[in-house]
């Protein structure tokens, strides 16, 4: 991987370097920025209670839990679907007390809650040539009118295993992926980023 | 026909180049380029290939074939080309076997010839030439026979030597190389008249379009042939659907993209030369792309190739085939000769003839293979002045490094000879089908066509234009959107019928696909491989007469060409040989890819340490701080030992870290085992079925070590298993097994038991765990935890599970468990913290003694403590080897529980778990030694087991292991033999129990 500017490095997924890397000219084709305070949690529904969870969690925080791939956000916490009776709980700001006690309200007898807060590592990934610097690690259609808005998908990038949603309408991907392969994303995304030139905002390490 | 007869032949082009016409074509004259070719300079323009600008200069002779080293020149006008491969570039970029009718010129362009020594004119090893006859189909295998010993040493060096093609680079590839997804509606392979219009319709109904063309230039037959489209000249035309096309916004054009492989559900490999027609890719750009395409639905219109023709001496440079002469003229402005010979078993020569009579050569002779006379060849060779003979054969050809002359057969009147500088032969064409072949389908043969066309499709592919047998322009434009028109509808996109140009009045091409040939000599086949029509005689004779056998008796096709110009050529001579017709003789096999690919683009980036992920712990930047060797655990990067200045070797620090812990105190990450989360009502009953040992009677607050079966019966795993409350377990696994083992509950709960209400996370990431082990580890435990915790062996015992807060109110997981022997604990704590509670745990301890320890003194105290690990849960081992037994519960069932009971797995001799120590404790044990006994033969009926594991034990003084060794138990006391042939080893040791040390585990409580 030559010519990809600035080397990331090993570094654990939250302390990669704000800089620019790859193609210094212009502005950067894909913004990377990590996503700080936020809770997460795998929500799994038990045998038979997704219907009663989806009652309960509608009730607690107004959204309804998607049965597909979807992101849907009630404001202090979002779910992403991440396959049958599963969903991936965004909370922010991240709740003091815990995921676990934050979801255990809604939850309790109907699913079971795993924090994952500090197992995963979300980033935000914009920028003209997003898709196209995702396309080269990611195989899955990543067109608009295939992963539009409140699209979601559990998926691979590079060889590593991703959860990927589109929260806004502005075309903003965000990716959760295990906190200690992260290094490996980073090095993956500098290397298919290179040629549109990529610029990482990292708040916890400027 | 274009008529542009004013442009002057031959006159003085702005590159000096001889060959080159003063005006036309598609090169852009108002920029000149230099190159060099064996050392010499030459001129050329943007839109030249390395053999049209060779050819401009008159260069003809450019490399040496492969078995021979005869003289070759160049054969076609694109990526069939068996015959001009030159390497490319020169130091870490050069690149063997590079087809110079595909090289796209660029300013500086080094190239070389091949396989010649000393020079290209002469070469020394065209001898093998004059020894033909030796060196016939087969020759290796029936001369380099005897003795045997000698192939190695002598016959392949030898050989090596004197055959084959260009030399690879022999250093890194300083480029990069990436590797794309992209998905579409529709896939359309190819650019000429049929791909162009299937993009359009496609593209103008609003599908997501995909058009693939090898060329820099989109246009294909288009841009060789001097036809007129919409009453424009055909380039134009092109240019124009080109424009539209980019104008649409989901259509995207890969130009320099080669499909070479269709594989299953509608997905296609395709190269990208995205930098290969530059000195070096620009920054941040790789020389190569390799897409993967997912298409609902594709278009193959990749054309057609030529057929070459058999005679007598048919690979002297200048013999040409007739679409890449018109080519030459037509688009790049070169006239590859000046007086020519045309011989046809195609009409399709009179378009040639036409090219060449209007570019100004002289077209001596137009020879007509077929009996009967065709008019279309006739009156262009009478418009070009030129005689014809109808129903004659090329014999042989005159000249050596270049074509002077050839011998015409003419019936009746017997032979003539034609004085010419090249040749241009039409034997028909070949639709290229190889995309639709991939998946197995075999092609049809159709008489009408003279020509294998695609028989049944992949599901998705359909063909379109020449590619699929049609013979003209105005079909292929037709066909072309017909075909992109229904595969956006396919994909929901209707659109309206595309119109389609009018063309000017047109020859069908029809052909003979064999002509015999006269004479003696050799008539090349396969330009490539040497492979000529003898050769083919020879592998009939010798029963090689089926066409796969054939084909590998001879190497027929077997280039890096993959036979484009000659697997069927080959095949049509073996029907003839065999008097069967041509559908009865049948094709070969075609299989991907349909061009050669290089392994950088297949590899990408995941070069070096990208070539799998990498995990870093949540202390690594700690661990590096202290000068960590670290070691690869899987996927896992782990401190494997902490020198200390001044020790000699990994003994020497390990032996202190070990001592450290066994006296002191000591702290090791283990954040790499896999951790995983089980909840729910039936948590309890389902591990009960996943463990062979009990955990619903584990109470709250509990860890219990937990072994686990594979339905056969064999160990998976091991780990420990803690009850965090009543319907919540946190339960580990090995570091190697983590994946395996979460897949392995995953499909217990889902598919076995679904019934069951548990609920599964992997929570590896999410915990950091540090292992505080050692006699002094409660004292630094409580520098750690907060105060309000009772840290007593009371309120904290062996095997206690608590949950607690350290660090100033950071929650954790405290698990009092021990793998070394010694008095210790487990630390969770949220993997962000983790990096946080190993310092302050390093400064808690530091007037205590503490030592970070890594996995080899990991190692060593696990097998001081007889512990086993992945050497001895290898898949091949029972509890009962283990010496686990006792854990399998007799109470409840369980995975694994009734296979473990076949009697081969309850045989009281098979190889069991033991400990073993050198008679002479001076003595080194080695891993992977077999045991043997005392006085037994050392051979491999004497084997009795072999040593699994072993570790220099600094508590004991002396090395000792683990081993598997028939009888087990029973042989406690006794002496064996760890016998190592590889490493010479030949220690005499001593049978024991595998607990070396606390036997009775005193060091675990209090």
Redesign the interface.
Known sequence: ?????PIIN???G??VASARY??PEGPPGVVATVVQNRGLA?V?A???KAAALTRAIAGSFGVELPATPRYVDGGSVAFVGLGPGRWLAVARPAPCA?MEAFLAPATKGL??V???????VVLRLAGPHVRDAL?????????P??LGPGSAASTLA???TVHVWLSDDAGTFELAM????A??FW??LA??A??FGLLVENPASP | MIDDAGSPPLAAASDGALFRRGSGGLVDRSRTIAFSFDGTRYLGHPGDTLASALLANGVRLVGRSFKYHRPRGVLTAGPEEPNALVELRAGARREPNTRATTAELYDGLEAASQNRWPSLRFDLLSLNGALGSMLAAGFYYKTFMWPASFWEKVYEPLIRRAAGLGRAAGEAD???Y??????CDVLVIGSGPAGLMAALAAGRAGA?VVLAEQDFRLGGRLLADARLVAGEPASPWAASVEAELRSLPDVRLLPRTTVVGTYDHGTYAAVEKVADHLPVPP???PRQRLW?I?ARRAVLAAGSIERPLAFVDNDRPGVMLAGAVRTYINRFAVLPGSRAVVYATSDDAAETVAALARAGAEVAAVIDARGEASPVLASAAARAGSRLVTGGAVERVQGRRAVQAVDVRTGAMGSVRFDCDVVAVAGGWNPTIHLASHQGHRPLWSEALAAFIPGKLPPGLAVAGAAAGEPSLGGALMAGATAGLAAAGDCGFAGHAVDIPATDAETVRQSVPRVAVAGRGKAFIDLQHDVTTADIVLAHREGFAAAEHMKRYTTLGMATDQGKTSALSGLFVLSEIKGETIAETGTTTYRPPFDPVSFGVLGG????K?F???????T??WALEQGAVLVEAG???RAQWYPNGGEADWLESVTREVRAVRTRVGVCDVSTLGKI?V???DAAAFLDLVYANTMSTLPVGRVRYGLMLREDGFVLDDGTVARLDDQRFVVTTTTANAAKVLQHLEHALEWLW????A?????????AQIALTGPRARLVLRGVVDPQHDLSDAAVPHLAARAVTVIGGV?ARLFRISYSGELGYEIAV????GDALMRRLMDAGSTLGITPYGTEALAVMRIEKGHVAGNEINGQTTARDLGLARLVSRNKDCIGRVMAGRPALVDPERPALVGLKPVDRNQRLRPGAHMIGEHAEAIAASDEGYVTSVAYSPTLGHWLGLGLLAGGKARHGQRVRAFDPVRHGDVAVEVCDPVFYDPAGERLHG
Do not use: C, N, Y
Request: aromatic share 4%; charged share 20%; no cysteine.
């Open positions: 991987m030559a010519e990809t500017g090993d570094a654990p939250h302390e790859g193609r795998v799994t038990g045998r038979g815990g699913a079971a795993v924090d994952q807060s500090h197992g995963l396309a080269k690690f990611v195989p899955i259609d990543l067109h009118r295939v590079g060889q590593l295990a906190r200690s392969s290094g490996t090095q993956t290397a298919a290179a040629s | 300083p480029d990069t990436e590797k794309s997804h992209l998905h997501r920054p941040f750009e993967r997912v980036h995941h070069r070096g990208a799998r992920p990498t995990r870093l712990t949540p690594h930047a996927a896992w990067l989360d909840q729910g009502p679904p019934g069951l209400d609920q599964l996370a992997s929570v590896t990431d999410q915990w929650a949220p993997a962000g913290h």
